[in-house]
Nanobody
Framework: QVHLVESGGGLVQAGGSLRLSCTAS????????MGWFSQAPGKEREFVAG??????YYADSVKGRFTISKDNAKNMVYLQMNSLKPEDTAVYYCAAARTGWVNPKTSDWDSWGQGTQVTVSS
């Protein structure tokens, strides 16, 4: 498993921006699919964005507002979140998939971070 640590969450007003970072304990390169999931209170964890050797993928709710990227030299994955809405409020988790694929199902991901809270006020 890969040890993942998220950072960058916080409180922001609607329309604002945040950048989440995820540090991996090992070089993931193109071997792993990397992704971000969110979990709001009382709801299931859901796919937000993913990146693999094949490209980037986004949930419909964040397309055009969020951007996922990687820095393989630093073993880092980022989630740039713009035009934030109150409904984006959730704990955001970084995840890694040994298959190298990006799949919206949480069961297809092997490693998870501890999560970082994002709160968007109206």
């Amino acid at each position: 498993q890969v040890h993942l640590v998220e950072s960058g969450g916080g409180l922001v007003q609607a329309g604002g921006s945040l950048r989440l970072s995820c540090t991996a304990s090992t070089h993931t390169g193109s071997r792993y699919g990397m992704g971000w999931f969110s979990q709001a209170p009382g709801k299931e964890r859901e796919f937000v964005a993913g990146i693999s050797w094949r490209g980037t993928y986004y949930a419909d709710s964040v397309k055009g507002r969020f951007t996922i990227s990687k820095d393989n030299a630093k073993n880092m994955v980022y989630l740039q979140m713009n035009s934030l809405k109150p409904e984006d409020t959730a704990v955001y988790y970084c995840a890694a998939a040994r298959t190298g694929w990006v799949n919206p199902k949480t069961s297809d991901w092997d490693s998870w971070g501890q999560g970082t809270q994002v709160t968007v006020s109206s």
